[in-house]
């Protein structure tokens, strides 16, 4: 049994864990874009019923001192968003018409 | 439709008289000749948004930029007692590109006492002198004070650092920005420092992409998605509230609905989930009292207002948020385009998922547009049709259009005058 990843309280999500805990959007777009429609919406068929919870699991925590799990936590749900934007709008995995294009994250906050 | 009151000409274009009505020419955007022109007439002559004051912190901080339509590279850097300099990126001793680090095309940024070349070891102050010179007395009559770094204006405005590569700049920045973008003299972006940062290389020419940034006339057809399938009206358009010229500068405010106040059926569930999304975050922290240049138009709701700083600038500001978009010109059929959201940094994990939420969906509908550029500039390219109809809500394209060839223009009289 490998070390759980997620808090204690969000157990059941394990098994997307080790896919969809990206810390950089570069790495959530990159596994969106190499994923089927298939595993994206069985991840998000499971976690949006709690995504809610797990935002106000993590806002427990200073932004400067979060805990590994709840860190782990975090980006899954940034994960969630990356995937929703599939599921919920394009119901593909690349936007609508992007055709060729590509726009590279270069920069952004941490966590 | 005819929901928002035109001016009193009846139209946002006739309202601007020297723009015309009639069908426009796209040949500034495919010819090779015309881009040659417009690095003169333009890119060396206008000031050009480089960067904002927080990405120099400290004394010492520099960034280079690679400035390719004026085929340079520019160094900016904090010196001692706070000023923001900027350099041309080459050493005086035998031309060899000052700063960079892993590879001398590729921008750069960090933090130094002094400049020191690669190649023979020349030092440079972050003022620029030349106060270093390995085996000096080997050289012939050097001043040192002579061979400093070639500087480059540059000038701060609310923290935007512009620089102007004309050997003397015909306005000041602030006579270039204009009443209508000094309008924003109070607005607080140095409180707004949270960024998203963005680059892409496309494939069509500068213009042509900041044409689809300054009109949402295509938004219904292009990007059906912002809203939900099931509330989505295949006729339904999308008319903007105000549109303003000032000078070669361009503004255009919508209307906004508060999105708490939005029927739930509006928006995708990751949205009411976190929220957040097509328009940012929900609820903002108060950053204080906007001035009154921001919405120009006194629209009601206030939605967005879109300025577009000449040339190639764009401050896009949301209810306490706003992303700045720049199109560098690589050739006549490319460019780099950046890209940033900046947000009042996040106090709380809740706050910085709404950020993130805001800044994944602003890229996936900019990949939208960004998708029909190469189609776009081929079919442009084609020749086969150069007169295009431009609607009123089309009106910043005519204007950028006409500016860039207004530009063009003067600098080709100004040539052919100096020629005779």
Redo the contacts between chains.
Sequence with gaps: MPEALLPSAFAELEGFAQTWCLAT?TERWDRRLASSMAEMQQFYDAF?PR??EA??Y??K?P?DD?PEDALNL?HL??S???V??AV???KQP????????????????V? | MGHWPKPAEGSWTEHYPELGTGPISFRDSTSAEFYELEREAIFKRAWLNVGRVEELPRVGSYFTKEIEAARTSVVIVKGKVGVVRAFYNVCRHRGNKLVWNDFPNQETRGNCRQFTCKYHGWRYDLEGALTFVQQESEFFDVDTSEYGLRPVHCDVWNGFIFINLDREPRQSLREFLGPMITGLDDYPFDKLT??????????SNWKIFADAFQEYYHVPS?HP?QV?SEVRDPNGGFECAHFQIDGPHRLVSTAGTRRWLMAPEYM???ER??RSGLVGPWRTPDIGEMPAGLNPGDIEPWGISNFQIFPNTEILVYGGWYLLYRYWPTSHNTHR?E??TAFHP?????E??E???A???L??????D??????TQAALETGIVDEFPLSDQEILVRHLHKVVVDWVQAYQHEHDMAGV
């Design positions: 959007e949006f995504v809610e935002i106000d993590c806002d925590f932004l979060i975090l749900i940034y969630l968003v990356m929703a934007m919920e709008i394009f690349k936007p609508t018409d992007s055709a060729d294009a590509v726009i590279t994250r270069v920069g952004e906050p966590p | 949270e960024r998203y940062d963005f680059v892409a290389h496309n494939n292009l998605q939900p995708y569930p990751i989930a976190t385009f890209a940033y996040a106090r709380t994990v809740r910085r998922v950020h993130e939420v800044a994944v969906v890229k996936e509908f900019a990949l939208q960004a998708g029909m550029l190469g189609g």
